[in-house]
């Protein structure tokens, strides 16, 4: 696996950031607006067209107790709608927190002007990509 295209699904703005399983980093990429959860499905086809990803991860939102929300099965769907449409493996990654700690990391790069919509969502869907690849990678075992 080398590249990993992750989303923050929203009803109305999908985060979307590209990882490398190699240097087990990602980048944000321009947010998708979507109409009740429903993106749009061309700009993704663009985007799997550019980046060839090998796999992809959705941000599965859940309640701080780790049970399920409204927007839980929101988010299932899409990631089932991806994988029909474009036939590549899809993981759920839990993203609680995630736009929390996208908004501080915004912040701190350039206060309150960084703080827009889409930049939030993507730099979610950036931690989503991060967490999944720290979580999916083979670590280093220094032990004997």
């Given at each position: 696996?080398?590249?990993?295209?992750?989303?923050?699904?929203?009803?109305?703005?999908?985060?979307?950031a590209v990882?490398?399983?190699?240097?087990?980093?990602?980048?944000?990429?321009?947010?998708?607006?979507?109409?009740?959860?429903?993106?749009?499905?061309?700009?993704?086809?663009?985007?799997?067209?550019?980046?060839?990803?090998?796999?992809?991860v959705v941000?599965?939102?859940?309640?701080?107790?780790?049970?399920?929300?409204?927007?839980?099965?929101?988010?299932?769907?899409?990631?089932?709608?991806?994988?029909?449409?474009?036939?590549?493996?899809?993981?759920?990654?839990?993203e609680r927190?995630?736009?929390?700690?996208?908004?501080?990391?915004?912040?701190?790069?350039?206060?309150?002007?960084?703080?827009?919509?889409?930049?939030?969502?993507?730099?979610?869907?950036?931690?989503?990509?991060?967490?999944?690849?720290?979580?999916?990678?083979?670590?280093?075992?220094?032990?004997?």
């Amino acid at each position: 696996m080398s590249t990993v295209i992750g989303f923050d699904f929203g009803t109305k703005s999908i985060g979307v950031a590209v990882g490398q399983t190699i240097t087990a980093t990602a980048s944000p990429l321009a947010a998708i607006t979507a109409k009740e959860g429903i993106p749009d499905w061309q700009l993704i086809e663009k985007l799997f067209a550019e980046w060839q990803p090998e796999q992809l991860v959705v941000g599965l939102p859940l309640n701080m107790d780790g049970t399920e929300q409204p927007l839980t099965q929101k988010a299932k769907k899409f990631g089932n709608r991806l994988h029909g449409r474009f036939g590549l493996p899809v993981a759920f990654q839990d993203e609680r927190l995630t736009s929390t700690s996208a908004r501080e990391s915004l912040f701190a790069e350039g206060g309150f002007r960084k703080l827009k919509k889409g930049a939030v969502d993507s730099q979610a869907a950036l931690i989503i990509v991060e967490d999944f690849m720290n979580g999916y990678l083979p670590k280093s075992d220094n032990s004997l």
